[in-house]
């Protein structure tokens, strides 16, 4: 009798990561791994290693990491390395197999970003050893349109942190040539944000977990919706500011290079498929949510004959669950077996 299987899809992302499973659970961690810098560190936090949102509030006290810089596993450090790892394990303890995992077979679809899968894909191998057993490494936009079965006449644009990418469905597995990587996206909006707030404000004191919040509570291109207005210390005292011009700015930064990418892509499609692609470009990933740019890139298609853009409803889990949808359909000659 063969073991028992349990699926995964993973969505290994540089800021958020989620995982859904065919038990059922679906989580979500901010991808930061920190260990206690010393005694009196270890002694506060009482653990030997701290994964998402709590190595984020007790960064102060840990050596903290955030291993995935622009959608890639860092090179050159063994600590970056193992901080995936530990990213990893954390996610599928949080599926809930407990004790039976011993007597189940896991299979994982994970999800990394287009330039990934040229270039990381041994690291996140090794990363994955002893959790998983069975492995399968696809392009997040791919995830995306598979969880979606968006994959004929489609473009997927997933803007997350590191990258944004872009994928071309076919109604086959994408070659190198229907994807793209760009590396601007949300942490290059956080940087022009932060540029831009303390030039016009330079008495303020603004870090950069500061300035990825307000991106994440207010971004927007186009007109505001609102005045947008910031709390930040200025010599301690709490003072109020008006960031509505900046955020514009450095929300629009990316507009340009997505536009041109996307309309690029599209007059490589066959010319009798065009138009039914420019009808279905859909828009993902955490900065996908970007207030208005679903409009933005919509009104861009009228260049070349008009089409429609969706933005997806929940992209902090669509990922993980196209992963999943893979996974459950995928028969045995697709999987690569990983030997702990």
């Not at 800021?15 to 002694?43: F, H, M």
């Not at 394990?89 to 970003?113: I, N, T």
């Not at 927007?220 to 005045?227: A, R, T």
């Not at 993902?284 to 861009?300: E, F, M, N, P």
Request: hydrophobic share 40%; glycine share 8%.
């Amino acid at each position: 009798m063969s073991e028992p299987i349990v699926n995964l899809g993973v969505d290994l992302g540089t800021s958020r990561s989620s995982i859904s499973s065919s038990n059922g659970v679906r989580q979500a961690v901010e991808s930061y791994v920190g260990w206690p810098t010393d005694l009196v560190a270890r002694k506060v936090l009482k653990k030997e290693v701290l994964v998402g949102r709590e190595a984020m509030e007790n960064r102060r006290m840990l050596d903290i990491r955030r291993p995935l810089e622009r959608g890639l596993i860092k090179e050159g450090s063994e600590k970056d390395g193992q901080a995936v790892h530990e990213l990893l394990q954390h996610l599928v303890s949080l599926v809930g197999l407990g004790s039976e995992r011993r007597d189940l077979r896991v299979r994982a679809v994970v999800g990394v970003p287009a330039a990934a899968l040229r270039v990381n894909k041994q690291q996140l191998r090794n990363a994955l050893r002893g959790i998983v057993d069975l492995l399968m490494i696809v392009s997040e936009p791919f995830a995306v349109a598979y969880g979606l079965e968006a994959l004929v006449n489609s473009l997927i644009i997933d803007i997350g942190a590191g990258t944004c990418d872009f994928c071309v469905m076919n109604g086959r597995y994408p070659s190198e040539e229907d994807q793209r990587t760009l590396t601007l996206a949300g942490d290059y909006i956080d940087e022009q944000l932060h540029l831009q707030v303390s030039a016009l404000y330079p008495e303020a004191n603004i870090s950069r977990h500061m300035v990825q919040e307000w991106k994440e509570s207010y971004s927007f291109v186009g007109e505001p919706p609102e005045d947008i207005e910031v709390v930040a210390p200025v010599q301690g005292r709490p003072t109020r500011f008006d960031i509505t011009d900046p955020m514009r700015a450095a929300c629009e930064s990316i507009v340009p290079a997505v536009v041109e990418t996307m309309l690029d892509l599209i007059s490589r499609v066959e010319p009798e498929y065009q138009e039914s692609v420019r009808n279905n470009v859909i828009l993902s990933g955490g900065s996908g949510l970007i207030r208005g740019l679903g409009l933005v890139l919509q009104d861009a298609l009228e260049d070349v004959g008009g089409g429609k853009v969706r933005v997806v409803a929940d992209p902090l889990h669509v990922g993980s669950d196209g992963g999943l949808a893979l996974a459950l359909d995928a028969p045995e000659s697709e999987w690569e077996k990983l030997v702990a």
